[in-house]
């Protein structure tokens, strides 16, 4: 019997990597609006699958093998987390 | 005997390059300045192997005011203005993160050019990528083309001309080569060094951050299953940023108060530093406290080693320093001031109110060459001796064929991505002819550009594949109108201490000196990539010497209407790019064409001989005139057809229909191969 489930994939650059659209968005908008208790903002990029599959296992090894295939995430300068919510 | 202390951190220096930095130093270095050797000493910053080669190139002409030994050659262009232009490798990191590898190559070189005093005004990418059908090819090509794209029209810079070769050496290992050619008058000309004591270093720009660490020493290695994992993270690109460095940093050398400015590349601030004060014979005091850091708890082999993008190092005469900093303020471009010229001719690093380093500069600056074997490989002699294929039957078949594959294919979906009229100054853009044209709107000349390289030619036999990628990039200024006054190279080669791959190197060098001798074209500057080999497989890149050129128009105006150069594919791919270019028909009586000596047809079609240039013009008095000129000067030259108002691409010999091709489908053909393979469209 296969269900289906909902897996997000968050990707984010390494830590020691930097991120120029997240040290904008820190710069020139939230410091600049005065929020100085903020003291950094990291971006990434969020996909979210619906997948058929036999159990929430194989659903995350699916999307897992699809980054990795068609290259959604660079492992050289890339982070990635996969969340697998029930069907 | 004494048994030396181990060495605290890894260093990749020989054995015999470790005892001559004891001896040098007559003490146990400490572990940053064990670091600071390992990083000057690489391949990399060193060209430790090529120098004693690259001295062959001539190097001097009265229109060179800055040869090699800076960052950029810089030649006089007339009516007191000058073009800085210099020609880099990218090719680890983009071979391993292709977007973020080709987009920071080009903020590289863009800051070199900037550190000149001049305004970047265009860019050339020379491509070399695996064999368009697999996945890990397709991947490189697609993003390596987008990080150019985004990134120089991001700065407003435009990528005018470039060239793109498929060959399956080149499959783990592509070649990303970034050219940038600024703008400069004469008497604004800025030297990377330092050459007054009391000066106030500022370093400007990016924070340090622990990326990029050991960048060099890692592009002094072949690329490996370990670097996979292992490897230094790859940069990020950041334009926006760079667009205002790039206007602060003009500003702020308007001011009249700096003395000495450099980028800061691979080796980061130890190489920066030490260099300028190699070249004025002065010393340096760093103070590492004060650097701007991107990250906390940083020691100080990580702050002197650091390859963080976006940094330059200004060297401020210390009355005019509240004025520079009020130029970066206004920009908004962090900066902090890191310490001062000397006289002490040495390069003091503290850290924590400790001395971490104590070097002088010229020890970093000028590392021990080392003389490499050369060897001829064994299996040229076999290939040289390879058996002429049959001649084929079906020319027309083959003709269409040849316009159908990637390395003749049309690029359009490269260059389409790429901006290439930002700044107003482009005349003749990619794909309109043999090299790109722009306005010098300063003087009213112009200047035409190109890069050149066929690698395949001199995988069989490096001294002409080097003579010859200045010959074809000469010919290719020269068709659009311009002399050619000045070229800078970027040598790609696999591993140098493989007497096989040296003797390509060597070779390769000694052919481009010999033609740049014979041309009267001088070098001012260049770079040199090894290690472009897979590990695994052993299979090194074929040699890939690219010429990037400079030539002048004085003058606009002409007898031709159109002239293009015969290089890939020869005779009938110039004549069939010709056609499709101009949407016309060619009827060619092959009979005319100069030879030698009787060939055959299929050599004569597609014979890629050097020096041969097909011109058009609008009248028989302007052909004749041609030919006059031509006889005067010794060149060979002929009528050998014209053009037709119609679709036919016709060939004959002697009355013998050859080949018949339509315009129409040769240009579909042409045009359809690149982004069928992408999958695109």
Request: a neutral charge; glycine letters at 10%.
């Given at each position: 019997m296969t269900q289906t489930f909902i897996v997000e994939v968050i990707i984010e650059n390494k830590p020691a990597a930097r991120d120029p659209e997240g040290e904008t968005i820190h710069k020139d908008l939230i410091l600049k609006g005065g929020y100085e208790n903020v003291k950094s903002v990291r971006t990434g990029k969020y996909l979210k699958f619906l997948v058929e599959a036999e159990d929430e296992k194989h659903a995350e090894k699916i999307v897992f093998d699809l980054c990795n295939a068609l290259r959604i995430y660079n492992p050289v300068v890339h982070t990635h987390k996969i969340l697998v919510k029930g069907g | 005997m004494v048994k030396n202390k181990p060495i605290p951190v890894k260093v990749n220096l020989t054995p015999k390059e470790i005892r001559m930095v004891r001896k040098l130093l007559g003490r146990e270095p400490t572990y940053v300045e064990w670091g600071m050797f390992d990083i000057m000493w690489s391949e990399h910053c060193s060209y430790k192997s090529s120098k004693p080669i690259l001295k062959k190139l001539p190097t001097s002409s009265p229109k060179v005011l800055v040869g090699p030994g800076y960052d950029s050659g810089i030649v006089d262009v007339g009516d007191g203005m000058a073009v800085a232009f210099k020609v880099e490798s990218h090719n680890h990191p983009s071979a391993i993160e292709p977007y973020n590898g080709a987009a920071t190559g080009i903020g590289g070189i863009v800051r070199d050019i900037?550190?000149?005093?001049?305004?970047?005004?265009?860019?050339?990418?020379?491509?070399?990528?695996?064999?368009?059908?697999?996945?890990?090819?397709?991947?490189?090509?697609?993003y390596v083309v987008k990080g150019i794209g985004d990134y120089g029209n991001c700065i407003g810079v435009p990528t005018v001309a470039g060239e793109v070769e498929f060959d399956e050496s080149f499959e783990t290992n592509c070649l990303v080569n970034v050219a940038c050619y600024g703008l400069v008058r004469k008497d604004k000309i800025f030297l990377a060094r330092f050459d007054k004591p009391g000066d106030i270093l500022v370093l400007i720009g990016g924070a340090t951050g622990r990326d990029g660490i050991h960048g060099v020493t890692f592009a002094s290695k072949t690329i490996s299953e370990e670097s996979e994992e292992d490897r230094p993270a790859v940069q990020i690109g950041d334009p926006f940023t760079k667009k205002l460095l790039i206007e602060a940093v003009l500003e702020v050398l308007e001011t009249g108060y700096v003395d000495g400015v450099k980028d800061l590349g691979g080796g980061g601030l130890t190489c920066t530093t030490s260099e300028m004060a190699a070249k004025g014979g002065t010393g340096v005091e760093i103070i590492l406290d004060n650097l701007h850091v991107r990250e906390e708890g940083m020691n100080p082999y990580e702050l002197m080693l650091s390859e963080s993008q976006e940094r330059m190092l200004l060297a401020v005469n210390p009355e005019g320093l509240s004025k520079v900093l009020g130029v970066l303020e206004k920009y908004e471009i962090p900066y902090s001031i890191i310490g001062k010229v000397t006289d002490s001719g040495k390069l003091i690093v503290k850290f924590k109110d400790e001395i971490v380093a104590s070097i002088p500069p010229k020890y970093l600056a000028e590392a021990p060459t080392i003389k490499r074997k050369a060897k001829k490989p064994l299996n040229l002699e076999k290939l040289w001796r390879i058996k002429k294929p049959k001649e084929p039957k079906n020319f027309s078949e083959i003709l269409y064929k040849l316009v159908s594959t990637p390395n003749i294919a049309c690029k359009e979906w490269v260059y389409q991505q790429y901006?290439?009229?930002?700044?107003?100054?482009?005349?003749?853009?990619?794909?309109?002819?043999?090299?790109?044209?722009?306005?010098?709107?300063?003087?009213?000349?112009?200047?035409?550009?190109?890069?050149?390289?066929?690698?395949?030619?001199?995988?069989?036999?490096?001294?002409?594949?080097?003579?010859?990628?200045?010959?074809?990039?000469?010919?290719?200024?020269?068709?659009?109108?311009?002399?050619?006054?000045?070229?800078?190279?970027?040598?790609?080669?696999?591993?140098?201490?493989?007497?096989?791959?040296?003797?390509?190197?060597?070779?390769?060098?000694?052919?481009?000196?010999?033609?740049?001798?014979?041309?009267?074209?001088?070098?001012?500057?260049?770079?040199?990539?090894?290690?472009?080999?897979?590990?695994?497989?052993?299979?090194?890149?074929?040699?890939?010497?690219?010429?990037?050129?400079?030539?002048?128009?004085?003058?606009?105006?002409?007898?031709v209407t159109a002239a293009h150069d015969c290089s890939k594919g020869g005779l009938a791919i110039a004549l069939a790019l010709m056609a499709i270019k101009g949407k016309l028909g060619v009827k060619v009586d092959l009979s005319k064409i100069p030879t030698s000596k009787p060939i055959r047809m299929d050599e004569l079609l597609f014979s890629e001989s050097h020096s041969r240039i097909i011109l058009t013009t609008s009248t028989k008095e302007n052909a004749k005139q041609i030919l006059k000129i031509a006889n005067k000067k010794g060149a060979p030259a002929n009528l050998v057809g014209k053009v037709t108002d119609d679709d036919n691409f016709t060939l004959t010999f002697d009355g013998r229909k050859i080949v018949e091709c339509s315009v129409t489908q040769m240009e579909r053909f042409w045009k359809e191969t690149i982004p069928k393979a992408l999958e695109v469209r």
């Open positions: - | 900037l550190a000149t005093g001049a305004r970047p005004i265009l860019l050339i990418d020379p491509l070399r990528f695996g064999k368009l059908e697999t996945g890990r090819t397709k991947w490189l090509f697609r901006d290439h009229e930002v700044g107003v100054r482009t005349i003749l853009k990619p794909g309109d002819s043999d090299a790109a044209v722009l306005r010098i709107i300063e003087t009213g000349k112009a200047i035409a550009v190109k890069a050149d390289c066929n690698s395949r030619h001199s995988y069989l036999d490096p001294f002409n594949g080097g003579a010859g990628a200045l010959a074809e990039a000469s010919r290719n200024v020269v068709c659009v109108g311009a002399e050619p006054l000045a070229y800078t190279d970027c040598c790609n080669f696999g591993n140098p201490e493989k007497p096989e791959v040296f003797w390509q190197f060597k070779r390769g060098v000694e052919g481009l000196a010999y033609m740049s001798r014979k041309l009267r074209i001088p070098c001012v500057g260049g770079n040199v990539s090894f290690y472009n080999e897979d590990s695994e497989s052993k299979i090194a890149v074929k040699p890939s010497l690219v010429v990037v050129i400079l030539g002048l128009i004085e003058n606009l105006d002409g007898l």
